[in-house]
């Protein structure tokens, strides 16, 4: 298999966000999770000045445009490329390039940290806040580029699975 990259790809103007959650509803419905690993819409955080009042705000760093950490072969393009609100990936003609790991860099984007955590699969842990502050689960899954575990919850009777931040756990 090859190795996955950054790629960026251009959508209508204030689509990002249904750009990012359709793809990602076909990665799960396609079963591409190991092909397309994540799609990323860079936020900064900027203080607006309204009505006297300071407020803190995320903005889209770059409107119109989301990146996708994917390998890169037929399936994957088709499903990015035809993806509604999508007008294409970034590149001459169709050939889309991605981001080298100086390009990251600059833009504040490259993760180069990775986070060491002793954590299983199997594991029991409990969320220490959000919605499901408190609540535990047993890990099914870990995702260590999103920095994140995935573990099943008792929601009205029934297992459903939940993707958390490492920050936001806790073993038992």
């Not at 100086?102 to 955590?117: C, I, N, R, T």
């Amino acid at each position: 298999m090859s190795e996955a990259n950054w790629y960026v790809v251009h959508t209508y103007s204030g689509y990002e966000n249904k750009v990012k959650a359709n793809i990602e509803k076909t990665v799960e419905n396609r079963n591409l999770q190991d092909q397309i690993l994540e799609v990323s819409i860079p936020l900064q955080n900027v203080v607006e000045m309204k009505n006297g009042v300071k407020k803190q705000v995320a903005k889209k760093m770059f409107p119109a445009y989301v990146l996708i950490n994917m390998v890169m072969n037929d399936d994957t393009w088709y499903v990015v490329r035809n993806t509604r609100g999508v007008t294409g990936f970034v590149g001459p003609g169709s050939k889309p390039v991605p981001l080298t790991e100086e390009e990251m860099k600059s833009m504040g984007l490259a993760d180069l940290q990775s986070v060491q955590v002793d954590l299983e699969v199997g594991e029991t842990v409990v969320i220490t806040s959000g919605v499901w502050k408190d609540t535990a689960g047993v890990i099914k899954q870990i995702n260590h580029h999103k920095q994140s575990v995935t573990i099943n919850v008792d929601l009205f009777g029934r297992e459903t699975p939940v993707e958390i931040s490492f920050a936001d756990i806790k073993k038992l």
